[in-house]
C-alpha cells in the first residue's frame, strides 16, 4: 500500500513516500508553497503519479504538544487535500521531525550539504515512517 506524507510549511512543503510492508519512506521534491497554499496541480500530478492509498500530514505541535499558530494552518492543508482529491488524510505528530531531518543530513554529509539537501522532504519521510511504525493499517 503507497502512502504520500507532508511536511507542511508556509514556504516549503516536503513530501516523501513509502509503503507499508518495509515501512520506509523516500523523498521527493518539495513544494513551493506561498502562505502554506502549494500550487494544487503539482498534488494533483503526485497522486496521479504514485497513486497512494491515503496521505499523511505532520502536524505541528510544541514539545509539551500544545497547539502552535502553524497547526490550524496544517490541518486546514489536511482538510483541503481530503476534500480537493477525496482521499483520507491523516493528520501525524511531527515534533522534532524537521529537527532530526538536519540532524540525519548533516551526519551524513557534513554542514556544506545541510542547506542544498531536501529538508523538508526528509523530514516528511520521518513523519512517514514514524506513521508506519505506530499505525495498524
Known sequence: ???????F??????VAVGENILKKGRALNKLSAKNGSPDWNNIKNLLKIWQPKFLVV?????IDGTRQD????????AFLLKYKFNIFVYLHDERLSTKEAK???FKKNGFKVLKKE???SV???I???????????
Open 1 to 7: 500500500m503507497i502512502v504520500i506524507a507532508f511536511d
Open 118 to 120: 531536501k529538508i523538508h
Open 127 to 137: 513523519i512517514l515512517e514514524s506513521w508506519f511504525n505506530q499505525n495498524l493499517y
Open 123 to 125: 523530514a516528511a519521510v
Open 103 to 105: 540532524s540525519l543530513i
Open 58 to 62: 505532520g502536524l505541528p505541535l510544541n
Open 70 to 77: 502553524i497547526t490550524k494552518k496544517a490541518e486546514k492543508f
Open 9 to 14: 510549511g508556509l514556504k516549503n512543503i516536503g
